[in-house]
């Protein structure tokens, strides 16, 4: 019966240490997704607002473009697949999505949207 018990121990703490470095396996590998959202003639689009979706809890994270229409998502699992669009002006870009199958830790979209940039 003790044999049993330090067996059946034994393998509970084999498990928990393979969660943890599977925990610390993807952790390592977090994603994010940089990019730029352009207007007609590939004009950069400041202030435009990207929305990020996490299709598997339906969760929408937002940004707002840099000066140079830039955008950038940090933190991301790699294990899910994202929903990625633009709004600039009352006009939506085609939404673009990033998939759990590809194994890129950096992936740069670019977000088109026909729209003219705002002058200053």
Known sequence: MKRLLMIAGLSVALLAVAAAQKQDKNASQLRSVTGTVLGKEDAPLPN????????????VRTYIANASGEFQFN?????VDYELFAEYDGKK???KT??????RTKV???LHIDAEPKKA
Do not use: E, G, M, Q
């Open 48 to 59: 435009a607002i990207v929305y990020l979706k996490n299709t598997k809890t339906l969760a």
């Open 75 to 79: 933190a991301l699992s790699p294990n």
């Open 93 to 95: 870009s085609p939404t």
């Open 98 to 103: 990033v998939s759990s199958f590809d194994s």
């Open 108 to 110: 740069h979209l670019n």
